[in-house]
């Protein structure tokens, strides 16, 4: 018994070890999934140096991390090109992603007001931590939404 143990085992770790690396080697060459995979940690990313750019009060630079945050985190994780994205696009297809017609028109509103804050006159401290809590809200509801499609 003893050596059917010692024999086995070592071929069981085997070709756990092979497949995790086929598995890795697969994921590595799928660009396109990886982004998808990889498009929440990016958004996050891109929302803490955005945070940054809020305390450093740099309006400017704050307002273009938030809008590639979101236009970025949804061409990833739809695998659409950049140059395909709208906002008509947009309300297209998320809903037949099963992304909520409520979580939609949130994240078309996030852009708006980042747009239109960009230009616009007024507080811009209190409109900036807004603008950062929404997109962040987005960003998660997106996240949930986009995870439970997988799971049906």
């Known amino acids: 018994k003893f050596l059917l143990v010692f024999f086995l085992l070592p071929a069981a770790l085997f070709a756990i070890i092979c497949s995790a690396f086929r598995k890795k080697a697969y994921y590595s060459r799928n660009v396109l999934l990886m982004r998808e995979k990889g498009a929440g940690r990016e958004a996050r990313k891109r929302l803490r140096k955005a945070e940054k750019l809020l305390a450093q009060q740099q309006e400017e630079a704050f307002y273009e991390e938030i809008i590639r945050a979101e236009?970025?985190?949804v061409s990833d994780k739809l695998r659409i090109p950049t140059a395909l994205l709208s906002k008509d696009h947009l309300r297209q297809a998320l809903p037949g992603q099963g992304v909520?017609?409520?979580?939609v028109a949130l994240l078309l509103e996030s852009l708006e007001d980042c747009e239109f804050a960009r230009y616009a006159p007024g507080d811009k401290r209190d409109r900036m931590k807004q603008s950062y809590e929404k997109?962040?809200?987005?960003?998660?509801?997106?996240?949930?939404?986009?995870?439970?499609?997988?799971?049906?």
């Open 71 to 73: 236009w970025g985190y």
């Open 100 to 103: 909520t017609a409520e979580t």
């Open 135 to 152: 997109a962040l809200r987005v960003i998660t509801l997106l996240d949930t939404e986009l995870k439970n499609r997988n799971k049906k």
